[in-house]
Structures are given as C-alpha cells and as structure tokens.
C-alpha cells in the first residue's frame, strides 16, 4: 500500500509542473513568517499540502487554524534538504521490505550522502516543527506537525489526538 501510495505521489510529483498553486488559500491560514515557510517547500509539496488541508476541510466544518497550519506546513522539514522523486521513494519501500535497515539508516542527521533521504523521512517533523515554532506559531500546531509522521496509537490518550488523526489520514489519502 506505502509503495503504492509513494509511486502515485512520485507521479502527482513529476507533473507538478503543470499544476496551479491555489495562491488563495494558504495565505487565509499563514501568517506571512509561515507563507515564507510554505514557500521554501518544492512545488510538488506544497500542492500536497493543500491536498491535505482540502481534505481536512472537507471532514469537518469545524476546522481549527491551528490544524489548518499544521496541514500545510507538516513537511516544510523536507526543505532542509532537497531530494528526488527516487531519493524520496527509497526510504518508503526499504521500510515496507526492510524496516530496520531502513530505521538504522536514518539514525543520523547529518544529511550527507546517500543516507540523506533516509535521514529526512525520519527527522523532518522534529525540524519543521523548529522551523514553525520561530514562526510564534500556536503550540497545538507545532504539535501536530513534530508528530504527524509518529504511530497515531503512540498518542490515542492525548487531548490533541483527534485532530492528529484527521491530519494524519489526510497526509495518508493524498
């Protein structure tokens, strides 16, 4: 299902290119700080993330902004260090076939080489949480984004847990 998921994105990816950035939307949630921040991310992830903020619009009219926020910035850590298609795959399917290869591999952060993808799947909600918090951003959103990439039953007893799920099974579908 990961693997396939990934190729759709990889391909969603590749024609980026063609697609508008819907200009309206995200500057109705960022603040200009974050609209710096959004910006930073490849085109093909910041279509992504409106992707998942829509769809997390579309679960519930009642949408806090600090969810929205978090939809469109969860993986502004993945501008720290710009990867490929296949650079950003490889993580995804060594995890599916040899998850702790690819959990040993991604120990590090020291973003060199060819354990840079690997370091970035792992380590990219911690730094874009950074990122977001020197934004004075709201904390439930800084939440959400350090663990949208975390095991969601990790945080079932948490207060934040519904709207962590809601984000997480947008970031799945899109």
Known sequence: MAVLHRLTQGIRALGAFTQPI???????????????????????????????LRDVLSQDAQTPDDLAVACLLHD???SRYTLNILQRSLPVILK???????????????????????EVRRHHPKWGAAMLCKTLCQKRAVWL????????DR???????????????????N
């Open 155 to 173: 945080w079932r007893d948490h207060p934040h847990y519904p709207l962590l799920e809601r984000l997480k099974h947008a970031d799945d579908r």
């Open 145 to 152: 984004v350090a663990r949208h990439a975390d095991d969601l």
């Open 96 to 118: 599916k076939f040899a998850p702790k290869l690819e959990e040993h591999l991604s120990t590090k952060e020291t973003l060199q080489g060819w354990r840079a993808p690997f």
């Open 76 to 78: 502004v850590g993945k």
């Open 22 to 52: 819907d200009d309206a939307l995200a500057p109705r949630y960022l603040t200009p700080e974050q609209m710096t921040l959004f910006k930073r991310m490849t085109r093909s992830e910041q279509l992504h993330s409106l992707r998942v």
